[in-house]
């Protein structure tokens, strides 16, 4: 069973940046394909912010377009959210998904505060 585990969150001062990861559980042989990163806030429905391809291809949701930056490292079967200039609107917890095998990270608290 393929298991992605999501890192990076925490609580950072509004201006701040941060940078997720999602990788593969150790022992994972199979390789990531297209991710995409979705956040949650409270009371709120889930939220594209943004996807990768494997070959490093992004696409991002208008309202985070020039704060956010998927990468990806295809050599150590991650990828990454980074968010610069975070606002108090950004507050959420954050979930990567994989295409190929439809699998959700546990999330990863972002909380900004003012």
């Known amino acids: 069973q393929v298991q992605l585990v999501e890192s990076g969150g925490g609580l950072v001062q509004a201006g701040g940046s941060l940078r997720l990861s999602c990788a593969a559980a150790?022992?994972?042989?199979?390789?990531?394909?297209?991710v995409a990163w979705y956040r949650q806030a409270p009371t709120t429905k889930r939220e594209l912010v943004a996807v990768?391809?494997?070959?490093?291809?992004?696409t991002y949701a208008s309202s985070v377009e020039g704060r956010f930056t998927a990468s990806r490292d295809n050599a150590k079967n991650t990828v990454y959210l980074r968010i610069d200039s975070l606002k108090a609107e950004d507050t959420a917890v954050y979930y990567c998904?994989?295409?190929?095998?439809?699998?959700w990270g546990q999330g990863t608290q972002v909380t900004v505060s003012s």
């Open positions: 990768i391809t494997r070959d490093g291809v992004t």
């Open positions: 150790s022992g994972s042989i199979f390789e990531m394909s297209t």
């Open positions: 998904w994989e295409w190929s095998t439809q699998t």
